[in-house]
């Protein structure tokens, strides 16, 4: 299967220092993947740069076969959304008003909303389950519903590849649930995901590919099964042993690596 998305060794400095260090993988199309790593180790920098975002500080991106830097912004929009961790909405805009956004590289400068547009947000609102938040304020909504109006949010604009930065973060069980099958749900439609998980437990059964990154291991890329390792994740984390074994087919408790 040829890959959607390359990264050839890949790096990335702020003034601070490195962030990432020739990171190479790439994702297949059709694929859905999980993006790990400890806090501060790169995973909303590398989704930035996925994005178009960011630009690389050394080596380089291929979306398909086309360098990302040679393509215009607009033209990301059309194949990638990155949905973020948070969305600040100064304002009190509804959900419809929030989703539309996501029609924006659809929209010629002076001209407004046209049917195929209103078919987009329809259908993101639909797929995300939010038809009927369509006129609460965006503020006034609870965590899970936000974290669905974001998802809405980056399906409106039709993309093929949808990144996820910690969509399950700071949810209760309940809608950490929902939030999974609302992935597994996008991806049979045929969408592609690339999503920053918190926690390490909800992977199994949803992501066939997993990414980690870490300061303290090499990047690695495989199956849910040879990357959900005790002691690969203990070196990639940095984490002491835990002091009883709680592990289930390789992936470790919550508390133990939900970092």
């Known amino acids: 299967m040829s890959a959607f998305l390359t990264f050839e060794d890949v790096s990335f400095s702020f003034a601070q220092g490195k962030v990432l260090d020739r990171a190479s993988f790439s994702l297949a199309q059709g694929s859905c993947t999980a993006l790990i790593g400890p806090n501060g180790g790169g995973k909303t920098t590398l989704l930035r740069i996925a994005a178009g975002l960011l630009t690389p500080t050394s080596g380089r991106v291929l979306l398909g076969n086309q360098p990302l830097l040679s393509l215009r912004r607009l033209e990301i929009a059309h194949e990638v959304a990155l949905v973020p961790q948070q969305l600040e909405v100064p304002f009190s805009f509804t959900v419809e008003q929030i989703v539309e956004q996501g029609r924006t590289p659809y929209l010629s400068l002076f001209g407004g909303l046209k049917a195929q547009d209103r078919r987009a947000i329809e259908r993101a609102m639909e797929l995300t389950d939010v038809t009927s938040l369509r006129h609460r304020v965006y503020n006034e909504l609870s965590g899970g519903e936000r ?3 974001k998802i809405a949010l980056g399906l409106a604009q039709e993309p093929r590849l949808l990144l996820l930065d910690e969509p399950t973060q ?25 999503a920053a998980m918190h926690d390490l437990t909800l992977i199994p059964g949803t992501f066939s590919s997993v990414v980690l990154i870490s300061p303290f291991e090499r990047l690695r890329q495989g199956s849910p099964e040879e990357i959900l390792k005790s002691d690969l994740l203990e070196r990639a984390f940095r984490c002491p042993p835990p002091r009883s074994s709680t592990l289930q087919h390789g992936v470790s408790t919550p508390s133990e690596f939900a970092l």
């Open 147 to 149: 974290q669905r109006v």
């Open 170 to 194: 700071n949810l209760d069980f309940g809608r950490q649930m929902d939030l999974i099958n609302l992935i597994r749900s996008l991806h049979s439609e045929g969408i592609y995901i690339f």
